[in-house]
């Protein structure tokens, strides 16, 4: 079975930094594109990042980039979102996504997210 | 980037009803579209890719069509468990953006 699981959220001050994780299991994960998508509380579904399969590729919303990077070990089935200078704005629950294919394209798996509050 | 627009924000509808939910792209995306089904505390499940590819295991009841820059999620006879937000979301480029939702809602 398909499984991704998020972690690493939290509280953390303006300005400061987290970095989440996404463990996944079920599917060999070298062969997909990973995405974050975050939801922030009451709104909608904000597409934030998607790396390529070898991690060669990384793509970023305009409203991160340069903030935020994406990176994956595939030894570790693992995908991270280093984020810093967070700001209020950046507050919400972030999943993680398998992808269809090894670029980017459509999700198949969601995790069930892990909730990031910037705030003083 | 490419904007993506629902129409309706909000629909009532009752079981039974055909429902449609429109998503309109600012440039032309091919058929390199997804709709999501996302329901209150729970992740959003893919049902249709591809434009009008139903995704494994979703009812038959879902489905999707268009091309270009128009897009529709069609249900066919609404059931209780279809009340939720539906998103649709394109990959033609390599912003993977999606449109602001729709809620179904129990008339």
């Known amino acids: 079975e398909v499984q991704v699981l998020e972690s690493g959220g939290g509280l953390v001050q303006p300005g400061g930094s987290l970095r989440l994780s996404c463990a996944a299991s079920?599917?060999?994960?070298?062969?997909?594109?990973m995405s974050w998508v975050r939801q922030a509380p009451g709104k909608g579904l904000e597409w934030v990042s998607t790396i390529s399969n070898s991690g060669d590729s990384k793509y970023y919303a305009d409203s991160v980039r340069g903030r935020f990077t994406v990176s994956r070990d595939n030894s570790k089935d693992t995908l991270y979102l280093q984020m810093n200078s967070l700001r209020a704005e950046d507050t919400a629950l972030y999943y993680c996504?398998?992808?269809?294919?090894?670029?980017?394209?459509?999700?198949?798996?969601w995790g069930q997210g892990t909730l990031v509050t910037v705030s003083s | 980037d490419i904007q993506m627009t629902q129409s309706p924000s909000t629909l009532s509808a009752s079981v039974g009803d055909r429902v449609t939910i429109t998503c309109r792209a600012s440039?032309?995306?091919?058929?390199?579209l997804a709709w999501y089904q996302q329901k209150p505390g729970k992740a959003p499940k893919v049902l249709i890719y591809k434009a009008s590819s139903l995704e494994s295991g979703v009812p038959s009841r879902f489905s999707g069509s268009g091309s270009g820059t128009e897009f529709t999620l069609t249900i066919s006879s609404l059931e209780p468990d279809d009340f939720a937000t539906y998103y649709c979301?394109?990959?033609?480029?390599?912003?993977?953006?999606f449109g602001g939702g729709t809620k179904v809602e129990i008339k």
């Open positions: 079920g599917f060999t994960f070298s062969n997909y594109a």
């Open positions: 996504a398998k992808l269809k294919g090894a670029t980017p394209t459509s999700s198949d798996s």
């Open positions: 440039q032309r995306i091919s058929s390199w």
């Open positions: 979301q394109q990959y033609n480029s390599d912003s993977l953006t």
